[in-house]
């Protein structure tokens, strides 16, 4: 039979591994030189003891130009913050829209670097823009997405302004 005393002491070695704070309408703003170039917003954002950060619903980043206005927007359905990496992971439904080059990114998780102020993924990603329609896995860009490459297979179209031919030959 165990005592009370032996119940307390088992209950002195509980570990809790949930999160140590939960924050609701988050809105974390990045700045340089004084000026607001990045705002992530979503609606729950969960820390952990580690200080890697959750967010259980969507998440939204903003990058806004030297005048505050935005000009590209990320979404996904939820997300993470690597506390010892310092990346966001944005996961689900991922859509990015750079609204001057009118081109939009479509995938399923997209990695935003704020360091090197880049995105990535090694996953299955779609660029639409006016023109074109360009699919692949795996893509690098700058944060901002107005400009990107592709890091693995590409297939899709593209549309030419003009081509230059030179006849043959025998044409001649």
Not at 18 to 44: C, H, Q, W
Not at 72 to 79: A, T
Not at 122 to 143: F, L, Q, S, W, Y
Request: charged share 25%; with cysteine.
């Amino acid at each position: 039979m165990a005592s009370c005393n032996e119940e307390e002491k088992k209950s002195d070695n509980f570990m809790y591994l949930g999160p140590t704070m939960i924050t609701e309408n988050l809105s974390v703003f990045y700045s340089d030189s004084g000026r607001v170039t990045v705002k992530l917003t979503t609606a729950e954002q969960r820390k952990l003891q580690n200080e890697d950060e959750i967010y259980p619903k969507p998440v939204y980043v903003t990058f806004l130009d030297k005048n505050a206005v935005e000009y590209s927007s990320l979404r996904g359905d939820s997300g993470r913050y690597e506390h010892g990496l310092n990346k966001y992971v944005i996961t689900g439904n991922v859509f990015f829209y750079n609204r001057p080059q009118q081109q939009s990114l479509s995938t399923d998780e997209l990695t935003w670097d704020p360091n090197k102020k880049i995105v990535y993924t090694d996953h299955k990603v779609a660029v639409n823009t006016p023109t074109d329609r360009i699919e692949g896995r795996g893509m690098e860009a700058a944060h901002d997405f107005s400009t990107y490459k592709f890091t693995g297979g590409v297939t899709g179209f593209f549309q030419v302004d003009s081509l230059i031919t030179t006849p043959p030959d025998s044409a001649r």
